[in-house]
């Protein structure tokens, strides 16, 4: 799963992979629900934003990359590139909300690190 640089509408770049970017809008919104596994009622109370900073999309390519990723080496690229993906647009959008944003961050790739293990090995 080679990484490439994608940017949103203006926004900095993320870490994705190719098959990300080329996903046809049917397809990301049958992979891809932001924060949170799917179908899981936690998932409800996840905000996909970190004090009014919308992560949409660098939750959406994780999603991805559970989805396609095979191996534990593939989780856990996922994870890093989450977190990765997150203080990059904490560090573009700056502010006096920085720190706390980065703290969520952390505790964001905490809890896939530790708890992600079902919803990126389901079904395979």
């Excluded at 926004?11 to 994705?16: A, E, R, Y």
């Excluded at 992560?55 to 191996?71: K, L, P, Q, W």
């Excluded at 989780?75 to 647009?89: C, G, I, S």
């Excluded at 560090?91 to 809890?111: C, I, S, T």
Aim: aromatic share 10%; hydrophobic share 35%; glycine share 10%.
């Amino acid at each position: 799963m080679p990484d490439s640089q994608t940017s949103g509408s203006g926004g900095p770049s993320l870490i994705s992979s190719w098959g990300y970017k080329n996903l046809l809008p049917e397809e990301k919104a049958l992979i891809c629900n932001g924060a949170g596994a799917a179908g899981k009622w936690i998932s409800s109370i996840i905000p996909n934003t970190m004090y009014g900073l919308d992560c949409t999309e660098a939750f959406n390519i994780h999603d991805y990359d559970y989805d396609v990723g095979a191996s534990r080496a593939d989780k856990e690229r996922a994870d890093r590139n989450l977190l990765m993906n997150l203080l990059t647009l904490i560090n573009h959008q700056g502010g006096w909300l920085m720190l706390p944003r980065q703290w969520r961050a952390m505790k964001y790739y905490n809890a896939v690190q530790l708890l992600g293990d079902e919803a990126f090995f389901k079904g395979k």
